[in-house]
């Protein structure tokens, strides 16, 4: 049985490559290897054939219920949310990146698309035991939806470090006049003075509130 490649570790040459795409008798036989290997190491929830070293466009979904995309394709997304990543082939590197929280997905082995959606249902007249259940259904429903998203990029040679967004914020320092009113702080002692007036204060340790 073939092994998820650490990226960290060992040279991958298919990482980073768009796959082929295979016939779905391939598709499927790749797909229970890919399923195999899942089992066996019991940490991940998804996984695509380069991760393994096999150029084919065959990925493998297990988050409500085992899924294979066979030649997927993303006909259309909506609604962009952050989210933070794993990914097996970088162990222990998670990253910030930006998904779709509805996406519809085409598959060579089936007719029509499917679609993968964390979009709240209605809980109109339901207990809070129900809706406490919906929002774990919920949250299941995104975490598939990314995943199905992760897998494909995959297939296409996309990293999650290649996705990656910065998540540092920079507070927008606004410029104070010197004869405004600013309310300062030091423990619980609070004064409303000018600016001017405030500076001695700010060099001793009083903050801005």
Known sequence: MKKVIDCFKEDNPVIQ???????????????TELFQILNERKDGIGLAAN???IDAQVAVVNVREPLVLINPKIVSKTNEIPYYEGCLS?????CHTKRYETIEVTT????GTWIFTGVEAS?????SWEQDKDKQDRELRTLEAVCVQHEIDHLNGMRILDRQVDTTYV????????NQLVT????????????KKAQKFLNQGWEIT
């Open 90 to 94: 970088y162990p222990g590197k998670g």
């Open 108 to 111: 060579e082995q089936i007719e």
């Open 17 to 31: 490559k768009k796959l082929k795409e295979v016939s779905v008798e391939e598709g499927l036989e790749i797909a």
């Open 184 to 195: 300062i702080k030091k423990g619980d002692a609070v004064k409303v003075l000018k600016y």
């Open 171 to 178: 507070r927008e320092e606004k410029k104070i006049g010197r």
């Open 123 to 127: 809980t109109e007249g339901k207990g």
């Open 51 to 53: 991760q393994v070293g």
